[in-house]
């Protein structure tokens, strides 16, 4: 009697039968043979439910060919598995979900492990043919390709994982140093990292919001973060830019001005490189309503260039801020570098003031006005070598306070 068992379920003719049709079996054989090697398709999900396909004994049945392809007349709701029988067939088989729904299908042949196919994916799956316990495995696990792979085509795509929450990398095997490229799923990164765990020793960070983070990897002293840009050119000459920054709102809705670049800082030559000339200023350009143009530069003779008004704590420098008081008034440490327009006694407090610091007195009465300078531990009238407690300015006249250190001061000016 004939039998079925192997993996193929190909007819095998038991010894001394089938005499004159022996030929016919072993045809019908053949064709199943190059029907395993082959691709089939089978309307296998004609409802919104799991499925089972079996590949018949000694006759054509979609499910033998070595890529199958499953389809379906019914829209599939939720993931649905399909079982390929009998279990005891051992077979490496493409399947390819093609079903309707976009669903997931779970390729299955007895109670052991399975594999899911995501909607419009292909698998390489082995059956075990293990029986009852039989299990589908995922064949490309652990997969090598030799020197090189390719993805072809006018999108080419690949896809590294599965949606679910996972940590995905690729990983660069190297002799000295492993490096990889992944994703850190847990704080939503994508990371460029040393070493083969996602999230060791990262050194480029991106985050979903579009920040980049730069991090060393060497924990010895004076061992920075180092950022280079590099030009490629091969004979800087004057006014060449040799790297740069660019500030853009490109999005911005208003358009116009609004999406030109707004701010930059540049890296440019001052003349021609040579082997014993790298002249460079760094340009700082801003915009108001234009394209950013440049508005300071620092020199490579370290001379810097403002076209604005440059200000520090006490106001635009060259131009002296003026501070009002109608009335007596004690100076403070923010009068610094100021002209107090006084119409009463100014009066110097002690410890307050630095070597170096200079304040000045305009008298804006019509007789004369008191400095009083009893707390400070000396205060010397310039010209003179006597410590005085107050001196007086002439009517509408100025008077400034130098002070050598915090307790002692120089008075000089109109003085009475």
Partial sequence: MATYVNNLRLKEIATGDESGTWGTSTNTNLELIADALGYATEAVFDSDANKTTTVANGAADAARAMYYKATGSATLSASRDLTILPNDMSRVMFIENATTGSQDIVIKQGSGASVTIGTGKVRLVYLDGAGSGAAVIDSMTDAVVSDSFQVAGTTPTITIGDGGAEDTKILFDGNAQDFYVGLDDTADDFIIGLGSAVGTTPIISLTEAGAITLKGTVTTDDSPMALTLQTAETDLALNDVIGKIDFQA?????????????????????????????????????????????????????????????????????????????????LVAGDVGKVINSGGTVTVPASIFSAGDVITIFNNTAGSLTITCSAITTAYKAGTDTDVDSVTIDTRGVATILFITTTLCVISGDLG
């Fill in 250 to 330: 490109p999005d911005e809705a208003a358009g116009s001005d609004a999406n030109l670049v707004a701010a930059g800082i540049e890296a440019v030559s001052e003349g021609d490189f040579s082997s014993s000339n790298n002249a460079t200023k760094l340009s700082f350009k801003t915009a108001a309503s234009e394209a950013a143009a440049e508005k300071m530069a620092l020199s490579s003779a370290g001379n810097l260039t403002v076209t604005g008004t440059v200000t520090d704590a006490a106001g635009a420098i060259r131009a002296i801020p003026v501070n009002t008081e109608a009335s007596t008034y004690e």
